[in-house]
Nanobody, 112 residues
Framework: QVQLVESGGGLVQAGGSLRLSCVAS?????MGWYRQAPGKQRELVAT???????NYAFSVKGRFTISRDNAKNTVYLQMNSLKPEDTAVYYC?????????WGQGTQITVSS
């Protein structure tokens, strides 16, 4: 069972920045970030493969940057120009051999 541990959440004012980190217990092909706001479904934020191919939700393109350090089994999400609508619980997800693993989630709150 792959373990994923997130860190870096918190409270920030609109226009501010935060960086999330997620450490996996082993190497994983694809890692990414998803988020879930109250009353809404969980949605994709960004993903990155071990080869560096990235995918972003339209709502975060140009503001968020996903990256990873394969040697550390760690994925990062740099979030800039944060908006109140970015408020959600952010989850790290790892996908390996068609199996998905999830972190426990970290709260991001953006105040206006």
């Amino acid at each position: 069972q792959v373990q994923l541990v997130e860190s870096g959440g918190g409270l920030v004012q609109a226009g501010g920045s935060l960086r999330l980190s997620c450490v996996a217990s082993e190497s994983i092909f694809s890692m990414g970030w998803y988020r879930q706001a109250p009353g809404k479904q969980r949605e994709l934020v960004a993903t990155i493969t071990s080869g560096g191919n990235t995918n972003y939700a339209f709502s975060v393109k140009g503001r968020f940057t996903i990256s990873r350090d394969n040697a550390k089994n760690t994925v990062y999400l740099q979030m800039n120009s944060l908006k109140p609508e970015d408020t959600a619980v952010y989850y790290c997800r790892g996908t390996s051999f068609s199996r998905n693993f999830w972190g426990q989630g970290t709260q991001i709150t953006v105040s206006s």
